[in-house]
């Protein structure tokens, strides 16, 4: 069974839902809230956010360093939601 989410953006107080199976990126552009990112796949780490809030699940593929990560940030083109989150985008 499907859960859905949503995604607060705390820089500007938006928010849009989210569905467990997508990834965080795919969820704000079916919402018109589009995210900065270059290649959609983990690579690249563009579209690095914070995760203030919530639960996530990150598979990355080298495009955010181990300090980055335990600072909290997340790369959204590849991290589903596993609850409701808030973001603090760049």
Do not use: W
């Not at 997508?22 to 956010?49: F, M, W």
Request: aromatic fraction near 6%.
């Amino acid at each position: 069974m499907k859960k859905d989410f949503t995604c607060k953006i705390k820089n500007t107080g938006q928010i849009f839902p989210l569905i467990e199976e997508e990834t965080i990126l795919v969820s704000s552009y079916q919402a018109e809230i589009p995210l900065k990112y270059h290649c959609n796949a983990g690579h690249c780490g563009i579209c690095k956010v914070k995760l203030i809030q919530g639960e996530a699940d990150m598979q990355h593929t080298g495009g955010i360093s181990r300090d980055d990560i335990k600072s909290g940030y997340i790369l959204p083109c590849c991290t589903q939601p596993l609850s409701n989150i808030e973001i603090e985008v760049q």
